[in-house]
């Protein structure tokens, strides 16, 4: 299995910033799927997940502009985050949580996609 | 929002030395902690997963312990390919949270 994060490298201020987490070799009707990211010499942050179901998750710092889904007829999953600021420039991630057990961990990233907020 | 505090935040250490870092997190958390490997450039790697449990294919001189607010991630043997940036975990409670990094280097 393996994921790969697509979308513009440059958002300009007050834009939205949309990105696609495309995943081959298996199925995305199954887990939870996160985006997480890593701004410039920071460390990492999650952003949020959504369930296969539909059902999502998000972090209350972001929670008013990002929204999470799924295409499940294309095998991806997207992220939208409204009214991007240069504090959203970060590589943006997209990780796999598969729940066994109930543990939420991340056994599978992308490699990761740079977007850059400037006008 | 759980803060998680690891240290050092950045370390060097020879090949064969033993290496820790520790990870605080603000509240209990019971096991509900992982780490990551990240090295520049490449996806970001699941190692322990519940404080202590290695991830399949992991090599077993990676090693988890601890719980409830204090959390220790040990290489027994550092080797050259272990540099890269370490990160704990917590999924205790939402929103999920990773600690600041740490940066590890040969000596």
């Known amino acids: 299995v393996q994921l790969l994060e697509s979308g513009p490298g440059l958002v300009k201020p007050s834009e939205t910033l949309s990105l696609t987490c495309t995943v081959s070799?298996?199925?995305?009707?199954?887990?939870?799927w996160s985006w997480i990211r890593q701004p410039p010499g920071k460390g990492l942050e999650w952003i949020g997940d959504?369930?296969?179901?539909?059902?999502?998750n998000y972090n209350p710092s972001l929670m008013s502009r990002v929204t999470i889904s799924l295409a499940t007829s294309k095998n991806q999953l997207s992220l939208n985050l409204s009214s991007v600021t240069a504090a959203d420039t970060a590589v943006y991630y997209c990780?796999?949580?598969?729940?066994?057990?109930?543990?939420?961990?991340?056994?599978?990233w992308g490699q990761g996609t740079v977007v850059t907020v400037s006008s | 929002d759980i803060q998680m505090t690891q240290s050092p935040s950045s370390l060097s250490a020879s090949v064969g030395d033993r290496v820790t870092i520790t990870c605080q997190a603000s509240?209990?958390?019971?096991?509900?902690l992982n780490w990551y490997q990240h090295k520049p450039g490449k996806a970001p790697q699941l190692l322990i997963y519940?404080?202590?449990n290695l991830e399949a294919g992991v090599p077993s001189r990676f090693s988890g312990s601890g719980s409830g607010t204090d959390f220790t991630f040990t290489i027994s043997s550092l080797q050259t390919e272990d540099i890269a940036t370490y990160y704990c975990?917590?999924?205790?409670?939402?929103?999920?949270?990773f600690g600041q990094g740490t940066k590890l280097e040969i000596k």
């Open positions: 990780a796999r949580d598969p729940n066994y057990g109930g543990t939420h961990a991340f056994d599978l």
């Open positions: 519940d404080a202590s």
């Open positions: 070799g298996g199925s995305i009707r199954t887990y939870y």
């Open positions: 509240q209990d958390i019971s096991n509900y």
């Open positions: 975990q917590q999924y205790d409670i939402l929103p999920y949270s």
């Open positions: 959504i369930y296969y179901t539909g059902s999502t």
